[in-house]
Each structure stands twice: as structure tokens, then as C-alpha cells.
């Protein structure tokens, strides 16, 4: 309080201190202060404007970013220049929200290799800051987190220590039936659950680190192991709710999905391979059911074409031994492999165009991270977007499923939208995503937290796909 006393004294004696004060504080007292608040507040003028919520573009916008925050938002002109503020002209540039990445595995993927000996420190920095050079603000680890390190890097980067890495949200340790517990995948930390009394205790853990979403698999692998049992599922979803956290899990089967959703499921990290009418009217019975698609996997095989020749924004920060591999993978595809890959991709695509037309809610989740070391870091945003209006979303739809569906799925009330109050994270892009949705990929600039990223920086640490620290 001494701080905000001082920075109302005129200016004079004691600028040096009145300047600092403005720096650190952020409140309405400070901020009529224009000669000790100048430095931090910027008039971003010219840009088309995507809110996030769908509302029609704003053509050529205005928008105030005091500090970290929107504080004003609305047409160039009828938002004056603050005096002292700084202005940036954003002219033929389209803006949209930071966005949002629901389900990721972080920490993981490194160079070739993929697998829990590379979960350090440094490289969970580094993917974060992968996830920033992409636009991407925060992202969900969903269920391959371990020890105390994802805890404290959330709240470090949740209290500022790093402020060009995109928020990290962990799910801590995931569910799943005992089969799936191996150490040579992303399950082999998660706990094995056997019981209702281990389900119940496992989430009880995952509460005292303060977990929001708990991941589980309720999937037979294609008949190879055994499913989690719909009463362990029933004790994870009953525990989760009493203790205000949030399930989501791994279920593409349709009986299971119907099981879930019978149970109380929150969200369902992949797409589910099947959709009939009673899933969707069972969808309709619990409207607050979200659904991720993670349309990656399923089909990078039959459409990659980011990879040949690699898109400037893979080249910058994947190696080149990395991007060689998925060349190769993709180029060493047998026919029939290729043609049942085509015939799932229809049926998925063809139930996503169903969930989307009953008004289901979707965000982006993309799998990034994942085993394969083909989902690059970050990268897989772009590819999923790509991918959704390819199943027959519209951009518009897309880009509100990116932004403010996904913020408002992992709870993240500050992001999701440009707009007066939230969180100043938000992308400038070269070109208009709405007429092609492979344009949120020609990034000019990303913000996070009102500051400008450092893409330069980052861009030149990786020199070419190598590590940023
Ligand atoms: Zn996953």
C-alpha cells in the first residue's frame, strides 16, 4: 500500500521510485497516474478483431491492454489514446485470442526420443515455451505428469517466473485399469486401479495438489486388455465431483461412451469412433459434456502435407532428424493401411459433423507430445484446427472451439476472449483465419499476459528445431 500512496504524490523528487511502483502495481488508483503508468499501457489500433465468442469480426478494431489486461475493447476511433500510452498500428493484421491446447503430454518428446526419461525441468520449460511460439497460452497434461515438478512449474508459471511459457495445467498421474500401468508408456505413472477403494484415494491425492481434472482410460485397447469396470469409473466420477474437480477420459468405443455419459462424464479427451442417435440424445441430457477430438493421429496418415515441403513454422522447431522420420513413416504407408485409414477418418468425420450439429460442445485437445514423437509440440494446434473444419466445423466454429470453449472446459476464467478484463494473450496474424483456417498459422506476433513473446529469441536458441536452453 506504501507503493500506491507514493505514486499518488506529484511527480517530481521521486521518480525513479514512482516508475518502478507503476510497473508492479495494477489497479484503478495507479492507473490515472498516466505519467507513471505510461510504459505499460498500449492502444493496439487497425486489426480485424476475433473476439472468441463467435460475435461478427471487428474490422478495423481498437483495444486497450493495461499491464497484463484488456481493459477496453471496440472499434478504431472511438477508443482515445490514453495520454503517455504507447500505440501500436496493427493495420491489415487479424487478431484472435491466444489459444488453448485442452490435452497434451508434456515433457516427454525430445528429439527422437519420447518417453519419461526426457520429463525434466528444462524440458518441460521448453515445450511450454514451444506451446507460446504457436500462439498457444496454456495447455492441459492429461495424465503422463509424475512427482512434485508439474505442481511446482504450474505455479511458478501461474505466479510469473516465466512469462513467455504458456500456462501449465497438469492432471497430475492418470487412472487406468492395471493393464495399461507399463513402464515403457505414458501410463507408467499412472495409478492402477483395482478397486473402488483406490479410485477413490487417488483422486483424494490428486485434490491435495490441487488438480482440476483428473484423467482416466476406460478402453480395452481393441480387445487386448481389460476396461476399466463402469463401477470404478462411477467411484472416480463420484469422488472427482464431491471433491469440485472434473473428469476427462480416454473412450472411443460407443458403449463405453454411452456408459460415461450415463455416469456423469465431464469430458471425453479423444472423439469417439461411433455416433448413433442415442449417444447424441444422450449428449443432449448432459449439455455440459464436452468432447476433444484429437484428430492427429487418426489422420496424419492420409493428409500431412505440412511435412513435404515442412511449413516454416515446423522448421523452425522441429529437427530435422525428427521431421526426416515422419517423412519416411508417412512415405513407407502400405495401401491397405492407407485405405482403412481413410475409411476411419470418414466415419470420425462423419460423427463429429452429427455431435456438431446437435449443438455438442467442442473444444481442441490435440494429443501433442504424444509417443509417437510425431505430434510436435505446439504445432499439432494448427494441424487440429486444420482438421476440424476438414470433418466439416466451419473456421468461425473452430476458432471459438480453440479460445473460448477450451478456456471455459479447463476453467480458465482470464483467457478465451479479447475482452475488457480478461487476460491481455491474443495472436496477430498476417492473414484472416476465417477465410482459411491455415492461416493461424502465419503468426506475426504472440502476446501473453500483455507482453510480447520473444519469438526471435526462441526461434534463434532452437536454430532450427534444437533445444531452446
Ligand atoms: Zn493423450
Known amino acids: 500500500m506504501t507503493e500506491r500512496t507514493d505514486s499518488r504524490r506529484p511527480a517530481g523528487a521521486n521518480a525513479p521510485a514512482l516508475l518502478i511502483a507503476g510497473c508492479l502495481l495494477v489497479s484503478t488508483a495507479v492507473a490515472t497516474q498516466t505519467r507513471v503508468t505510461s510504459a505499460s499501457v498500449t492502444l493496439f489500433e487497425g486489426a480485424r478483431l476475433i473476439a472468441g465468442d463467435g460475435s461478427t469480426p471487428i474490422e478495423r478494431s481498437a483495444f486497450l491492454v493495461d499491464n497484463n489486461r484488456f481493459t477496453r475493447v471496440g472499434r478504431a476511433g472511438a477508443i482515445e489514446l490514453p495520454a503517455g ?146 463401477n470404478l469409473y462411477g467411484a472416480i466420477l463420484d469422488e472427482a465431483h464431491k471433491q469440485n474437480m472434473r473428469v476427462a477420459v480416454h473412450a472411443t468405443g460407443l458403449a463405453d461412451a454411452k456408459g460415461l455419459l450415463q455416469a456423469g462424464i465431464d469430458i471425453f479427451a479423444h472423439m469417439i469412433a461411433d455416433v448413433d442417435d442415442e449417444l447424441v440424445a444422450l449428449f443432449a441430457q448432459h449439455p455440459r459434456t464436452s468432447v476433444l477430438l484429437a484428430l492427429g493421429g487418426p489422420r496424419r496418415t492420409i493428409y500431412a502435407p505440412w511435412i513435404d515441403p515442412p511449413h516454416p513454422l515446423v522448421v523452425e522447431t522441429v529437427s530435422p532428424k525428427q521431421i526426416e522420420r515422419l517423412r519416411n513413416r508417412l512415405a513407407g504407408a502400405r495401401p491397405d493401411a492407407l485405405a482403412q485409414g481413410r475409411a476411419s477418418w470418414e466415419r470420425l468425420a462423419s460423427g463429429i459433423r452429427r455431435l456438431n450439429a446437435a449443438g455438442v460442445r467442442i473444444g481442441v485437445g490435440t494429443d501433442g507430445g504424444g509417443q509417437t514423437g510425431d505430434q510436435f509440440v505446439g504445432w499439432t494446434m494448427h494441424t487440429e484446427m486444420e482438421n476440424m473444419v476438414a470433418a466439416g466445423m466451419t473456421p468461425a466454429q473452430v476458432l471459438v472451439a480453440a479460445t473460448r470453449t477450451s478456456a471455459e472446459i479447463l476453467g480458465l476464467d482470464e483467457l478465451g476472449m479479447v475482452a475488457a478484463g480478461k487476460s491481455a494473450d491474443f495472436v496477430v496474424l498476417d492473414a484472416n483465419p476465417l477465410d482459411d483456417i491455415t492461416n493461424s498459422r502465419k503468426i506475426a506476433s504472440v502476446y501473453l499476459r500483455g507482453k510480447q513473446v520473444d519469438r526471435a529469441r526462441l526461434r534463434a536458441a532452437w536454430d532450427g528445431g534444437g533445444r531452446a536452453n
Open 85 to 230: 500510452a504507447a500505440r501500436i498500428d496493427l493495420t491489415g493484421k487479424t487478431v484472435i485470442p491466444a489459444l488453448i491446447d485442452a490435452h497434451s503430454h508434456i515433457g516427454y518428446m525430445k528429439d527422437l526420443t519420447s518417453g519419461p526419461q526426457n520429463y525434466t525441468r528444462e524440458n518441460i520449460l521448453d515445450h511450454l515455451h514451444r506451446f507460446a511460439y504457436h500462439g498457444v497460452a496454456a495447455s492441459q497434461a492429461m495424465g503422463s505428469d509424475f512427482g512434485d515438478l508439474p505442481y511446482q512449474l504450474r505455479d511458478e508459471i501461474q505466479s510469473g517466473t516465466y512469462p513467455e511459457a504458456a500456462r501449465f495445467l497438469s492432471a497430475g498421474r492418470g487412472l487406468a485399469p492395471p493393464d495399461e500401468v507399463r513402464p515403457d508408456n505414458m501410463r507408467h505413472s499412472a495409478y492402477a486401479i483395482r478397486t473402488e477403494a483406490d479410485a477413490r484415494r487417488a483422486v483424494r491425492e490428486l485434490a491435495a495438489r490441487k488438480v482440476t481434472i483428473v484423467k482416466t482410460w476406460v478402453d480395452d485397447r481393441g480387445g487386448s486388455i481389460r476396461a476399466l469396470a463402469p
